[in-house]
């Protein structure tokens, strides 16, 4: 083999690699594999909150709309950065309002990583209250989709990313 055949070899497998980083960079994929999930996960947690204070308990019923209403504007964040990168638009706008939010600060990011955190807390939350038991056949099958969702795309972006520095 030629040195100059390994050398476009080289290049074709650093394009391949590239596209494939580039698809899992994308606002499409993210919001699909993560932002769409956990807001999944938000709405759950807030109609199991208004269900748990169906029982004369004001606090949950209001604070389960709080969540559902914040869940709702962070699916429609997804749903429009998704829709603007499948036809080839930039967004003005973050995945989630914590995120928006933290654009005040000029630090999008380090909100979006409270996002995470307080998404993960209120799955932590439902598992570890028993409140996961709450959710209705139809929701479960939401909750385990979301959880699929999200968790084989984390495998695969870290495969991807082991199989890349191998």
Not at 96 to 112: D, N, S
Not at 114 to 130: E, V
Request: proline share 4%; with cysteine.
């Amino acid at each position: 083999m030629s040195p100059e055949t390994s050398e476009k070899e080289r290049c074709a497998c650093e394009k391949e690699s590239d596209a494939s980083q580039r698809f899992f960079q994308r606002p499409f994929f993210l919001s699909f594999t993560i932002g769409i999930p956990f807001c999944l996960f938000k709405l759950l947690f807030g109609v199991t909150a208004i269900r748990m204070g169906a029982q004369d308990d004001l606090f949950f019923t209001i604070f389960g709309w709080l969540v559902i209403f914040w869940a709702a504007s962070d699916l429609l964040m997804n749903i429009g950065r998704s829709t603007l990168d499948l036809v080839g638009r930039p967004a003005r706008f973050e995945y989630c309002t914590i995120a928006q939010a933290g654009r005040i600060f000029h630090k999008p990011m380090v909100f979006l990583a409270i996002d995470t955190l307080l998404t993960f807390g209120i799955i932590c939350a439902m598992l570890w209250s028993g409140w996961i038991t709450k959710l209705m056949p139809f929701e479960l099958i939401l909750w385990y989709s979301a959880t699929t969702m999200n968790l084989i795309s984390l495998s695969l972006v870290s495969l991807y990313n082991e199989m890349r520095t191998a």
